[in-house]
């Protein structure tokens, strides 16, 4: 049934049932009901419409960080319903929408100056029977003028006269936050690396991006989220990968708390380790090794993450009548190392040197070399070469900064990395807003800094005092130490 005609005669019908009821005439001109409206222009809910968003937000206006290697942001064009044939849109910058955007709202936002491109083809198709498609847009780097605020709006049009095309639904604006100049965490090839745990349980990841160097470079090359665990499902007799809440809100929101520190340089790891069963990351068969290192590579992509970082701790024994265990120790460890490097080669396969984890120097003949990338060791140790790993794989001391012991990173210690040749050190649990009885120790973020000024002989630079710091799952910086709450 035709709308518009539904709705004309529903309006004359219900006129003509009025007249009746209170007994007066009406000539033919009197029951064209809201004869000024002009129907045929009307939108129909019978239409199809086209609607685009951004396929990360699902939002039609967004901010986005352009860094040094450009944004792709993916625009996704959805259909209200089915077409029973392609229809094709042409993707393009709709500049004209700036100068209307900024008069209509006293804005002054410029138009983003960078040469965009729409993937690899200005067009992209929905197929027959199909609602909806994804365009990849490339958004490079630019020289943005300082203190200029900048927007892309992008459209979508096309000739199909079967769609209903609304100016707003059919455009995505991104305005943009300029951080091309922002510094990152590289630092030159040779020198030492600082490698970071984060118990993800108090503290927020963001805060390793307070940690600078007088020259503006970040002190930290590499995070680890602590922890998710290898967990034993006992209905599919097998072990898996489990996360606490606190961990899956930073996977699940890594847009947001990640992948602002992959954008400036440093990686970012998930972090494993036992859950008191029968599941061990040293206590895996070869085929539980495999299937255990399939699903850390399948987290590795769906998170964007740049790779894993192994703990033997908190596991019982295992069951060794189950095909996805072994005897524990550093073979079996070594193995899922191994296979967990061959399940994601381009990603950091990491161990800290604890319990079984480290120690075998080859898996079916290939040397620890190629498959192991970085060994952090306990707290007043250092980290040791097997097989072929030299020190630059090691790292040379380990802070713990939360209960105030293991080493510092002091002139001694810095000079002592450089003469052996270590090519990391590491920190773990730092946390701007540690409580004692809920009260927040203010001091305790400046004192985790003061651990650190041997960065100065690596780089030629302090450290400076922090300025800022992140509250957990708050990805807005707060001004240290003015907006310390008082407790946590």
Same mark, same amino acid.
């Given at each position: 049934?035709?709308?518009?005609?539904?709705?004309?005669?529903?309006?004359?019908?219900?006129?003509?049932?009025?007249?009746?009821?209170?007994?007066?005439?009406?000539?033919?001109?009197?029951?064209?009901?809201?004869?000024?409206?002009?129907?045929?222009?009307?939108?129909?809910?019978?239409?199809?419409?086209?609607?685009?968003?951004?396929?990360?937000?699902?939002?039609?206006?967004?901010?986005?960080?352009?860094?040094?290697?450009?944004?792709?942001?993916?625009?996704?064009?959805?259909?209200?319903?089915?077409?029973?044939?392609?229809?094709?849109?042409?993707?393009?910058?709709?500049?004209?929408?700036?100068?209307?955007?900024?008069?209509?709202?006293?804005?002054?936002?410029?138009?983003?100056?960078?040469?965009?491109?729409?993937?690899?083809?200005?067009?992209?198709?929905?197929?027959?029977?199909?609602?909806?498609?994804?365009?990849?847009?490339?958004?490079?780097?630019?020289?943005?003028?300082?203190?200029?605020?900048?927007?892309?709006?992008?459209?979508?049009?096309?000739? !199909?006269? /079967?769609?209903? +095309?609304?100016?707003? $639904? @059919?455009?995505?604006?991104?305005?943009?936050?300029?951080?091309? #100049? *922002?510094?990152?965490?590289?630092?030159?090839?040779?020198?030492?690396?600082?490698?970071?745990?984060?118990?993800?349980?108090?503290?927020?990841?963001?805060?390793?991006?307070?940690?600078?160097?007088?020259?503006?470079?970040?002190?930290?090359?590499?995070?680890?989220?602590?922890?998710?665990?290898?967990?034993?499902?006992?209905?599919?007799?097998?072990?898996?990968?489990?996360?606490?809440? !606190?961990? /899956?809100?930073? +996977?699940?929101?890594? $847009? @947001?708390?990640?992948?602002?520190?992959?954008?400036?340089?440093? #990686? *970012?790891?998930?972090?494993?380790?036992?859950?008191?069963?029968?599941?061990?990351?040293?206590?895996?068969?070869?085929?539980?090794?495999?299937?255990?290192?399939?699903?850390?590579?399948?987290?590795?992509?769906?998170?964007?993450?740049?790779?894993?970082?192994?703990?033997?701790?908190?596991?019982?024994?295992?069951?060794?009548?189950?095909?996805?265990?072994?005897?524990?120790?550093?073979?079996?460890?070594?193995?899922?190392?191994?296979?967990?490097?061959?399940?994601?080669?381009?990603?950091?396969?990491?161990?800290?040197?604890?319990?079984?984890?480290?120690?075998?120097?080859?898996?079916?003949?290939?040397?620890?070399?190629?498959?192991?990338?970085?060994?952090?060791?306990?707290?007043?140790?250092?980290?040791?070469?097997?097989?072929?790993?030299?020190?630059?794989?090691?790292?040379?001391?380990?802070?713990?900064?939360?209960?105030?012991?293991?080493?510092?990173?002091?002139?001694?210690?810095?000079?002592?990395?450089?003469?052996?040749?270590?090519?990391?050190?590491?920190?773990?649990?730092?946390?701007?807003?540690?409580?004692?009885?809920?009260?927040?120790?203010?001091?305790?973020?400046?004192?985790?800094?003061?651990?650190?000024?041997?960065?100065?002989?690596?780089?030629?630079?302090?450290?400076?005092?922090?300025?800022?710091?992140?509250?957990?799952?708050?990805?807005?910086?707060?001004?240290?130490?003015?907006?310390?709450?008082?407790?946590?």
């Amino acid at each position: 049934m035709n709308s518009k005609y539904f709705k004309s005669t529903l309006c004359s019908a219900a006129v003509v049932a009025l007249s009746l009821v209170m007994g007066v005439s009406c000539t033919a001109d009197d029951v064209v009901a809201g004869k000024d409206i002009d129907f045929d222009h009307m939108e129909s809910i019978y239409d199809t419409k086209v609607i685009m968003q951004d396929a990360r937000t699902a939002k039609s206006m967004n901010i986005i960080d352009l860094y040094k290697e450009g944004y792709k942001a993916e625009l996704r064009i959805n259909l209200t319903k089915a077409l029973e044939a392609p229809v094709t849109f042409e993707v393009s910058v709709d500049g004209e929408y700036v100068d209307a955007y900024n008069k209509a709202n006293e804005t002054e936002y410029r138009l983003f100056p960078g040469a965009v491109t729409p993937g690899d083809a200005p067009s992209v198709t929905i197929e027959a029977g199909k609602t909806q498609a994804v365009v990849e847009v490339n958004i490079p780097s630019a020289e943005l003028e300082e203190g200029v605020d900048y927007m892309l709006p992008v459209k979508v049009v096309s000739a !199909n006269d /079967q769609l209903t +095309l609304n100016e707003k $639904e @059919t455009r995505c604006v991104y305005v943009i936050n300029d951080m091309v #100049k *922002v510094s990152d965490c590289f630092k030159g090839d040779d020198l030492p690396k600082g490698f970071l745990f984060f118990e993800v349980n108090d503290a927020n990841p963001l805060n390793a991006l307070a940690f600078e160097l007088e020259n503006g470079k970040l002190l930290w090359d590499a995070v680890v989220l602590f922890a998710a665990n290898i967990n034993y499902d006992e209905e599919a007799g097998r072990p898996f990968v489990k996360c606490n809440q !606190n961990v /899956q809100f930073l +996977l699940d929101n890594h $847009e @947001t708390f990640l992948q602002p520190l992959r954008k400036r340089g440093i #990686k *970012v790891l998930l972090g494993l380790l036992g859950n008191h069963d029968a599941a061990g990351l040293a206590q895996l068969s070869k085929q539980g090794a495999k299937d255990f290192a399939a699903e850390i590579a399948r987290y590795c992509e769906a998170y964007q993450l740049d790779g894993v970082n192994y703990d033997d701790e908190y596991s019982n024994a295992p069951d060794l009548d189950n095909p996805a265990f072994d005897h524990a120790g550093s073979d079996a460890a070594a193995r899922l190392c191994y296979e967990t490097k061959l399940a994601m080669p381009d990603r950091l396969v990491t161990v800290y040197d604890w319990g079984q984890m480290y120690g075998t120097d080859s898996v079916d003949g290939v040397d620890a070399d190629e498959w192991l990338d970085v060994v952090v060791p306990n707290y007043g140790a250092h980290a040791y070469p097997v097989g072929k790993i030299s020190k630059k794989k090691c790292a040379g001391i380990a802070a713990e900064f939360n209960g105030g012991f293991g080493d510092s990173l002091n002139e001694r210690n810095a000079r002592m990395i450089l003469d052996e040749g270590y090519g990391w050190h590491m920190g773990f649990a730092p946390d701007p807003m540690k409580a004692d009885d809920g009260m927040v120790r203010r001091n305790h973020w400046k004192t985790i800094f003061g651990r650190l000024s041997g960065a100065e002989l690596f780089y030629g630079c302090k450290l400076k005092d922090p300025t800022i710091f992140y509250k957990k799952n708050d990805p807005k910086p707060y001004v240290y130490p003015d907006e310390l709450p008082l407790r946590r």
